[in-house]
């Protein structure tokens, strides 16, 4: 048997070193390309994420505040004829802006027979001047049965100087727990905040005559649970529909006298109520998954 020379055992060994060297090379190149990766992809989750949340306050911000919705209803009821209804809620005007201006070129769409305001239509910053703007082209839309407004907690919080004569000179109609024969069959009761203010529904129903089809308004719904069962409709607004939603999850905070209620639809003791989303916003400027709406109700058979 021979024995490999001092030289060949050299060359073994140089093969050696250098197919070591070139593994070790290999992971330490493999091992950076994963940790290039893992950057790349934290940068994409990143970039992604900022995106959604970009996207999300240009729609909060800018584009769902703006985009009024729409809805329709119809309430069988021993009305002849039918009567159309066009709800305003929380109108909580800042400015004679674009919403507002969509708002006019709605009713002027719809051509309600009347027009109810439930309350709220100050807000940041308590301009009445405005306020008195919006109401005025409200009214100029001219529904044959007039336009009807009541207190909210906003109007309570800040009063408006000479308040009858404030909406008269607007041309819309106030009711402070009062009610009127808006058509003959049909009895309309405006009371005042049940949250901030004093609602007297017995004043209000005072003098309906026996068999009417009545029609309450009022601005914090947590009221129908105490009065559900004494008139036919309510309308009322305030909770905004919570104004930021996420999906599946019931907002994260509802003012005041909201109580159980949130948007839409509630019946009990044979009384149906209609919270409105309402058309503005109160506190910050946003609008999240829940965008603001006037609810047309035709009520009749």
């Not at 070790?24 to 949340?53: D, E, F, N, Q």
């Amino acid at each position: 048997m021979r024995h490999a020379s001092p030289h060949a055992w050299r060359r073994l060994w140089r093969w050696h070193t250098l197919f070591a060297s070139a593994g070790v090379g290999a992971k330490k190149h493999a091992g950076k390309g994963a940790k290039l990766k893992r950057r790349t992809w934290g940068r994409i989750g990143w970039g992604l994420l900022a995106a959604t949340l970009g996207l999300l306050l240009l729609d909060g911000f800018w584009i769902e505040p703006n985009s009024i919705q729409v809805t329709h209803w119809h309430v069988e009821a021993p009305v002849s004829p039918p009567l159309k209804i066009a709800q305003l809620s929380d109108l909580h005007v800042v400015h004679f802006g674009e919403r507002e201006r969509e708002v006019v070129a709605i009713l002027k769409r719809e051509r309600p027979d009347l027009v109810l305001i439930t309350g709220d239509s100050v807000g940041m910053g308590v301009h009445y001047d405005r306020v008195h703007q919006v109401l005025s082209a409200i009214a100029a839309t001219r529904p044959p049965l007039g336009v009807w407004v009541v207190r909210g907690n906003w109007e309570n919080w800040h009063p408006v100087p000479h308040e009858r004569n404030f909406y008269r000179t607007a041309g819309v109609h106030f009711l402070l727990n009062q009610g009127v024969l808006v058509r003959p069959g049909v009895w309309l009761a405006g009371l005042d905040d049940p949250w901030t203010g004093h609602a007297d529904l017995d004043a209000a129903l005072r003098g309906a005559p026996p068999g009417a089809y009545t029609i309450v308004l009022f601005h914090s719904p947590e009221f129908f649970n105490e009065t559900a069962g004494r008139y036919d409709l309510g309308f009322a607004g305030h909770t905004h529909g919570g104004q930021l939603r996420l999906p599946f999850i019931r907002p994260f905070w509802l003012p005041g006298g909201s109580g159980r209620f949130l948007a839409g639809w509630y019946e009990e003791r044979g009384s149906r109520m209609y919270v409105s989303r309402g058309i503005g916003w109160s506190h910050v400027p946003i609008r999240l998954n829940c965008p603001p709406e006037i609810p047309i109700i035709t009520v009749g058979q």
